[in-house]
């Protein structure tokens, strides 16, 4: 955050009390009223020192809660690449086997992430939507991310089926096989990041 330029408020101050002051004799001489000037400077000060104080504040505001998110974001990334790589290997393991239990787990445990992921990218949009960020210069939009991660759960969810795991195994693999998720995942959290990094970035600037 900058420095209160303390100087420039004495400035401001001295110029809303000699408005003040003029405005109050202007009032006394024109109509024969008095005015309470020192009230009126006070108020006037009070209001200005107000939103200069937010004006100053907003900005790290801004750029500590993006950087939140970001964290946030992140995270939830490597959890999810880490749980979808135990996944993965227990799809061609479970296949040789046959320890199905094991394969159920390991896709289970892939949806807390993910929902998790998803409603942290749809919080992302809305903050950049706040900020009246230009999402069409962004690398990753937090829309399509969402989608992606929508799509990758419900292949996989609509590919288990409990009673049948021998064929849950084969639609697995075929969803694998046809979507490159782990390459996908990669791109989209790097991406992200250097998107929220380059905001930071220009919040500094103009702050």
Same mark, same amino acid.
């Given at each position: 955050?900058? !420095?209160?330029?303390?100087?420039?408020?004495?400035?401001?101050?001295?110029?809303? #009390?000699?408005?003040?002051?003029?405005?109050?004799?202007?009032?006394?001489?024109?109509?024969?009223? /008095?005015?309470?000037?020192?009230?009126?400077?006070?108020?006037?000060?009070?209001?200005?020192? /107000?939103?200069?104080?937010?004006?100053?504040?907003?900005?790290?505001?801004?750029?500590?809660?993006?950087?939140?998110?970001?964290? &946030?974001?992140?995270?939830?990334?490597?959890?999810?690449?880490?749980?979808?790589?135990?996944?993965?290997?227990?799809?061609?393991?479970?296949?040789?086997?046959?320890?199905?239990?094991?394969?159920?787990?390991?896709?289970? !445990?892939?949806?807390?992430?993910?929902?998790?992921?998803?409603?942290?990218?749809? #919080?992302?949009?809305?903050?950049?939507?706040?900020?009246?960020?230009?999402?069409?210069?962004?690398?990753?939009?937090?829309?399509?991310?969402?989608?992606?991660?929508?799509?990758?759960?419900?292949?996989?969810?609509?590919?288990?089926?409990?009673?049948?795991?021998?064929?849950?195994?084969?639609?697995?693999?075929?969803?694998?096989?046809?979507?490159?998720?782990?390459?996908?995942?990669?791109?989209?959290?790097?991406?992200?990041?250097?998107?929220?990094?380059?905001?930071?970035? &220009?919040?500094?600037?103009?702050?």
């Amino acid at each position: 955050m900058k !420095k209160i330029d303390i100087k420039e408020l004495i400035v401001i101050a001295i110029g809303i #009390f000699a408005l003040c002051f003029a405005i109050s004799k202007f009032i006394f001489c024109k109509f024969n009223m /008095a005015s309470d000037y020192l009230t009126a400077s006070a108020t006037f000060f009070t209001a200005f020192a /107000a939103l200069y104080l937010y004006n100053d504040w907003k900005t790290p505001h801004q750029i500590e809660l993006l950087e939140r998110q970001k964290e &946030k974001i992140l995270n939830l990334f490597l959890e999810l690449e880490n749980d979808f790589d135990v996944f993965y290997l227990s799809v061609y393991n479970v296949g040789v086997s046959k320890e199905y239990e094991v394969l159920a787990k390991a896709s289970k !445990k892939l949806i807390i992430p993910m929902e998790t992921l998803m409603s942290e990218l749809d #919080f992302y949009e809305k903050i950049l939507e706040k900020l009246n960020i230009n999402q069409t210069d962004l690398q990753c939009k937090p829309n399509e991310c969402r989608q992606f991660i929508f799509d990758m759960l419900k292949n996989l969810n609509n590919a288990l089926d409990p009673s049948d795991m021998p064929g849950s195994i084969t639609r697995y693999k075929n969803i694998l096989n046809k979507n490159n998720y782990v390459r996908n995942l990669k791109l989209n959290k790097v991406y992200i990041v250097d998107d929220i990094q380059d905001i930071v970035l &220009k919040l500094y600037e103009f702050k």
